[in-house]
Every structure is written in structure tokens, then in C-alpha cells.
């Protein structure tokens, strides 16, 4: 193991905040029992308001941001894990409050680690990261959820928002595969080839969905995912039909939501939050496990970017403008 090895830290002194690859030493990893050599991170909404200025989110600086990583275990003092296996991070707070991926090592605590299933390799696990996490969730509530747990009709006709991005575009593919007839929301128009080959069925501009919503309108969705707020969720509520679930993870657009009670007390609609940052390690390794049945990487292939830890430095100001799309992977050893 090299004494030295690469690491991206931000740190705040006063009111300058800044951003760096360099190289450190392993007596600045300060938490975990486990140590990894990391083979990939990726780059989540996220990670780029942390790398902007930490968000609030992270508490002490110097810091090391990432908040998702793969690879394989170097030193373990948690009996879970023992040295080469291979493993996966998502979420727990690790990139926020806890240092994380953007670093060829990084060490955690060993209750934050899933094993990797064999199906996938550790590259296709941050093709998925937490963005892929979170639309497995997203789409088992809005699908299986209702069929399943509570009984309800068939979910056909579903709306990914945000579809170019990356939770919604894996959420449209999911959803596919799971047999739904998928609804692409985005702005980006340029993008229907690419979400028609990866399994959206039609498209609505994101524009159609910023007006102000009427308390209910028309049926169109058994349920929905949606990753931006504002008033395409609020939109998004008054067209979903009787029972239909819709699954919110995410804020790309606004935190805020104007809506009314009419969607769930006349149709029944369910609004499901979902967060990946804590879900427990028996629905994670259940997740993981779906992940190779329900994930086409060969599809995904031609629309991952996959950059270096330096280059991460241009890609997170254009992920916070909403001019980015699909998944970039990031090889921290490039
Ligand atoms: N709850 C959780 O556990 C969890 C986990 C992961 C992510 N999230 C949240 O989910 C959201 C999406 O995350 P992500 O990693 O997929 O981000 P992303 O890759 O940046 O995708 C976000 C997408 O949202 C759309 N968008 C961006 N700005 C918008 C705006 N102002 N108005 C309308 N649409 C806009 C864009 O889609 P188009 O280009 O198609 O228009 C963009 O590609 C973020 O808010 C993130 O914080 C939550």
C-alpha cells in the first residue's frame, strides 16, 4: 500500500471555500473500521451542491466529499468484512459528515458496507450508486407497492420526472422492465432518443407541468416518480388516478410543494417519500440483489461518462444547472 495516495478534499477558511486534488497521507482518514481501496465514486445532485460549498451539509474541513463509492476491502477491523471483498457505499451520511469517495482509499464504518453481488462488477455498482438506489425504491413503491402490498390493480401507465437525470433515467428503465408503459418528463427534448432506447414510451416537456396546478385534473397515471418538486409534483398529484402512488425523492426543481388535500381524499393518491441515505442493510442487500435482473448496462453503456477525479471539478457546476445528463462514473484511479 503506498503511503500517499490521491484525494479530492474541499475546505472552508472564512468565506473562501475551495476545491483540490491532492495527495495525502492515510493518518488523514480519520473515521471507520474498514478500509478500501476504491475502485469507483460517482457524481450525485448531491455531491455537487457539497463541492459547491458543502451544503450545510458537511461539518468540519478539511473534507473529503463523495457520497457513494465501490471497491475492495484493504484492512478490516469489522468482522463482517475481511481484506478483498468487494463492497459497496452508498448514502449514511459518508461524503457529508464522514469522509468519502473522491479518494483511492477510503474508511468507514463497517455497518455502512453492502457486499457486492457477484452479478455485477464494482464499475456497473456506481453506474448505479445512489442514484440507482433510489429509483429501484421510487419504482418498487410506485409498482409493487400498490400490486403488491397493497393489494391494487396492475400499474401500467406511469411518470418518471427529471428523466434525463440520474435517478429518473434509471427509474424509467426499471420501470420498463417492470412491464409499466413509461412517461418521460424533461426538458431537454434532444434527449428522446436516448430515454426511448432505455424504455420511455412518450414524453412531456417539463414546461407542461410548471403551471399552476387545479386541485385535480385529469387521470393519466397509475403512479408516478418524481425527482424535482415544486410544481411538477404538485401537477404530477392532480393527474394521478384513483390509488395511484407517487413516489417524490428529490428537489432538483424546488423544495417546495403547493398542493391540495383533493388528490388524496378524493382519489386516494398516496404521496411516498423515499429516502436512500439510511434505509437499513436488509432492504439494501435485497436492492443490490435486484439491481442485475432489473438494469440493462449494456443500454446504459453509451450514455455513462466516465471521468477522473480532476475532471469532477467541471462536471458539478453543470450538474447544479441542469445541463448535465445520465450517470458519470468517476475512476478515482485514472
Ligand atoms: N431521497 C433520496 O434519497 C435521494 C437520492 C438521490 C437523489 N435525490 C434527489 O433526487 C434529485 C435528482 O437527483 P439526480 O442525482 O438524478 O440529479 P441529476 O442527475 O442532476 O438529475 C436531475 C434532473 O432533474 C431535472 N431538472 C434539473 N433542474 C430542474 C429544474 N429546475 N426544473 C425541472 N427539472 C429540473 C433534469 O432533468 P431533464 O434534463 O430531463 O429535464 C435533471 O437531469 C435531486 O434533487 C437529488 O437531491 C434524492
Redesign the pocket.
Known amino acids: 500500500m503506498a503511503d500517499k495516495f490521491k484525494a479530492l478534499v474541499v475546505n472552508q477558511e472564512s468565506e473562501n471555500f475551495t476545491r483540490e486534488v491532492k495527495s495525502i497521507e492515510h493518518s488523514f482518514l480519520k473515521h471507520g473500521d474498514v478500509l478500501v481501496k476504491v475502485d469507483y465514486s460517482g457524481?450525485?445532485?448531491?455531491?455537487?451542491?457539497i463541492l459547491k460549498n458543502g451544503a450545510r451539509l458537511v461539518k468540519e474541513f478539511p473534507h473529503i466529499p463523495g457520497i457513494d463509492f465501490s471497491g475492495k476491502v484493504e484492512e478490516s477491523k469489522n468482522e463482517k468484512f475481511k481484506s478483498g471483498d468487494e463492497v459497496i457505499l452508498t448514502?449514511w451520511r459518508v461524503g457529508e459528515i464522514y469522509f468519502g469517495g473522491y479518494s483511492q482509499y477510503a474508511k468507514v464504518n463497517g455497518d455502512f458496507l453492502v457486499k457486492k453481488p457477484k452479478e455485477i462488477t464494482t464499475r456497473q455498482s456506481m453506474i448505479l450508486g445512489?442514484?440507482g438506489?433510489?429509483?429501484l425504491?421510487c419504482a418498487f413503491v410506485a409498482k409493487l407497492t400498490r400490486e403488491e402490498l397493497l393489494l391494487g390493480e396492475k400499474v401500467q401507465d406511469v411518470i418518471v420526472?427529471?428523466?434525463?437525470?440520474?435517478?429518473?433515467?434509471?427509474a424509467v428503465m426499471i420501470l420498463n422492465k417492470l412491464g409499466c408503459n413509461v412517461t418521460?418528463?424533461?426538458?431537454?427534448d434532444k434527449?428522446h432518443e436516448y430515454?426511448k432506447s432505455i424504455g420511455a414510451k412518450n414524453f412531456i416537456n417539463?414546461s407542461e407541468l410548471?403551471k399552476d396546478p387545479r386541485p385535480l385534473d385529469k387521470g393519466l397515471w397509475d403512479g408516478a416518480v418524481d425527482?424535482?418538486?415544486?410544481q411538477?409534483l404538485a401537477n404530477v398529484l392532480a393527474q394521478t388516478k384513483e390509488t395511484g402512488i407517487v413516489a417524490?425523492?428529490?428537489?432538483?426543481?424546488?423544495i417546495k410543494l403547493n398542493t391540495t388535500v383533493m388528490p388524496f381524499i378524493i382519489r386516494g393518491v398516496k404521496l411516498w417519500?423515499?429516502?436512500?441515505?439510511n434505509?437499513s442493510t436488509v432492504r439494501r442487500n435485497f436492492l443490490w440483489n435486484e439491481a442485475s435482473k432489473l438494469i440493462d448496462f449494456n443500454l446504459l453503456n453509451n450514455s455513462i461518462k466516465e471521468i477522473s477525479l480532476e475532471e469532477v471539478l467541471d462536471i458539478y457546476p453543470k450538474?447544479?444547472?441542469?445541463?448535465?445528463?445520465?450517470?458519470y462514473i468517476i475512476n478515482v484511479n485514472k
Open positions: 457524481i450525485n445532485f448531491k455531491d455537487a451542491l448514502g445512489t442514484a438506489l433510489t429509483a425504491q420526472t427529471g428523466a434525463s437525470g440520474g435517478v429518473g433515467s434509471m418521460a418528463v424533461t426538458s431537454k434527449n430515454l417539463t410548471t425527482t424535482v418538486g415544486g411538477v417524490s425523492c428529490g428537489n432538483a426543481a424546488d417519500g423515499i429516502n436512500s441515505v434505509i450538474m447544479l444547472k441542469g445541463e448535465t445528463s445520465g450517470r
